[in-house]
């Protein structure tokens, strides 16, 4: 064998170990040893958007724990934010061009609901996925999530809420949305607590999320379209 | 059977025997506001307006027992935490007080008693008790104190610190759960005959059920046998799927548990009813949004599943939404009069 097929042959091992490593950290919610692999990641020379996609690999798994009942909401967040505090190392050695240049998606909780736990989890898996995220907060007025579209020519608009009552406010942007004649230049995507892919047919939105992990895949669907 | 009042027929199933008929509650505060036309701002300072409404919807709907809870986040606000009114009538905790370790001490210092409007809503309870007297139970109360202890911590911060920070989230229950017990103790000299205990956030759509037992359980369990020292009924409400949950329930013995919409009735009878009256569980959506054949047909479910024998109260699985029509409502209580007469017909 030659020698540089050996380094390269090390090279393959020490990338599927540090690979292997950094998604059962995140998995495992640990921030300070995320922390850690990310700059051994540029240490050793990995590709920063390759070690990014570990991340939705990692967030992937945390998902399906997620469905399965083994893990629960603190679970979640240990490892988004051990995830996010990897991406935030990683992140700034991106270089622009290597990027793909991903849809842009407006994000907010209603107007009369201030339960944001689960669109700040939305924006955290849309945004280690690539995606240009403009969240507008919560107990945001309708006119706010027009303005936000027509200003960044967004292609997807992200709705959550988790009460009853609020949940019908969905349906009031969405119906500002055809006032403005935006309705065909956007697709709605709509989450949260009571809402069903019933109601999300009833208020005529493109797609619906049970968690932030899912959310993603129906994203990339819609977009796909 | 004779006809009971409310106040018996809450007490038989309680004690899990067949009253006359299924008691019905109506769960919501923010609800009984809306109805009345009341700016939820305007109410949480005014006893005589709280009162008007608790008994405003009392009489208009004639459920089993008055509902006049105190408007969930002003314990958050006497904490120190920032409030704000939203447009769909309830109210938020915007910023939350408590942060870091050190803000305990300042968390030590309230007194909630002390409270503008925490004095306001036991004043409103005194004003409807004395208005209802022994015609029906009056359940006022308040959320746990896991539930108060995510509000004032806000969900992200608390989330995190049951592993962070173990034993600064026990320190802060323990804190809370002090200041419940004294409120209780008001709120049952006030006139209340039963408290409710909700703890939505300890519900396993949150937290597993290990996290329950180590920081919720045993704070709802020192709140239940304050309420049962003072000689008050217990409702402990918690959302979402408890069915997980159920055998823990079951330990810290509630007079009732409130089961969210989540869970089949059944499942609940089977799990739990041998051990505490059950209460719920029409979703508020459909109140909502539903039709009146629908709302029947949930009233129905319910009541096979989970009244047969006693031990059952007809409820909303949940509190229910401001704008929900007040026609729904009717809708549920006139086919729970009708189809809730013992014995039940399961056919």
Same mark, same amino acid.
């Given at each position: 064998?030659l ?19 950094v998604?059962?950290c ?8 995320s ?34 009942g083994e ?60 995606f ?32 009853t ?30 809402t ?12 619906w999320?049970?968690d ?12 796909e379209r | 059977?004779k ?10 199933a309680?004690s899990?025997?067949e ?9 919501g ?8 036309? +009341? ?5 949480t ?41 939203l ?16 803000d ?17 809503? +036991?004043?409103?309870?005194? +004003?409807?008790?004395?208005s ?18 995510i ?6 911060k ?26 209780a103790?008001?709120?049952?000299n ?16 949150? +937290? ?15 709140l ?20 997980n ?16 919409q989540k869970v ?9 009813g ?13 109140l909502?949004?539903?039709s ?32 929900t ?23």
């Amino acid at each position: 064998m030659l020698e540089g097929d050996v380094i390269r042959g090390l090279r393959k091992v020490s990338r599927d170990q540090l690979k292997h490593e950094v998604i059962r950290c995140i998995v495992e919610g640990d921030q300070e040893e995320s922390i850690r692999l990310a700059h051994k990641v540029l240490a050793i020379g990995i590709n920063p958007y390759e070690a990014i996609t570990w991340c939705s690999e990692a967030m992937k798994l945390v998902g399906e724990k997620f469905e399965r009942g083994e893990y629960f909401l603190p679970e979640v967040l240990m490892a988004a934010r051990a995830m996010q505090a990897f991406v935030d190392v990683v992140k700034p050695h991106l270089k622009i061009d290597k990027t793909i240049k991903k849809a842009t998606i407006v994000l907010g909780v209603v107007a009369g609901d201030i339960h944001n736990l689960g669109k700040n989890l939305v924006r955290l898996m849309l945004e280690a996925a690539g995606f240009n995220v403009i969240d507008l907060g919560e107990d945001v007025p309708k006119e706010k999530f027009i303005e936000a579209i027509r200003e960044s020519n967004a292609e997807i608009l992200g709705l959550s809420a988790l009460m009853t009552t609020t949940m019908l406010e969905m349906k009031e942007v969405i119906k500002e949305l055809i006032r403005n004649g935006l309705r065909d230049k956007v697709k709605v995507v709509i989450g949260g607590g009571p809402t069903t892919p019933e109601f999300a047919r009833e208020i005529g939105a493109d797609g619906w999320a049970p968690d932030a992990m899912e959310a993603v895949r129906v994203i990339e669907k819609l977009l796909e379209r | 059977m004779k006809m009971l009042t409310s106040t018996q027929r809450v007490e038989y199933a309680i004690s899990l025997k067949e009253p006359d008929v299924v008691p019905i509650a109506i769960i919501g505060v923010n609800f009984n506001f809306a109805y009345c036309g +009341i700016p939820i701002g305007e109410a949480t300072s005014n006893p005589d307006l709280q009162a008007k409404a608790h008994l405003k919807v009392f009489e208009d709907f004639r459920p089993d027992i008055v509902y006049a809870i105190l408007v969930p986040p002003i314990i958050s606000e006497a904490y120190g935490s920032k409030v704000k009114v939203l447009v769909s009538g309830y109210i938020a905790v915007e910023k939350p007080c408590l942060t870091s370790r050190s803000d305990l001490d300042k968390l030590e210092k309230v007194s909630l008693l002390d409270n503008v409007k925490i004095k306001a809503g +036991i004043k409103a309870v005194n +004003i409807v008790k004395n208005s209802i007297g022994e015609q029906a139970p009056v359940m006022s109360g308040f959320e746990s104190s896991f539930t108060t202890a995510i509000r004032i911590m806000g969900a992200e911060k608390l989330m995190l610190s049951l592993y962070d920070d173990p034993s600064f989230v026990h320190d802060a229950l323990k804190l809370i759960t002090d200041d419940l017990c004294e409120l209780a103790e008001e709120l049952v000299n006030a006139g209340s005959d039963m408290l409710f205990i909700a703890d939505p956030a300890a519900s396993s759509s949150m +937290i597993s059920p290990k996290h329950y037992r180590e920081f919720a359980l045993p704070y709802e369990k020192r709140l239940i046998q304050k309420a049962e020292q003072l000689g008050a009924r217990t409702t402990l409400h918690i959302c979402g799927d408890t069915t997980n949950l159920m055998a823990d329930i079951a330990s810290i013995k509630p007079s009732i548990f409130s089961f969210d919409q989540k869970v089949k009735p059944k499942t609940a009878k089977e799990l739990l009813g041998k051990y505490c009256c059950l209460m719920g569980n029409i979703d508020p959506t459909l109140l909502l949004t539903g039709s009146k054949e629908e709302i029947e047909r949930a009233v129905a479910i319910c009541i096979t599943e989970a009244a047969v024998n006693g031990g059952f109260i007809l409820a909303p699985g949940c509190g229910i939404a401001t704008k929900t029509p007040p026609q729904n409502l009717q809708a549920m209580i006139n086919s729970a009069r009708t189809i809730g007469i013992y014995p039940i017909k399961t056919s």
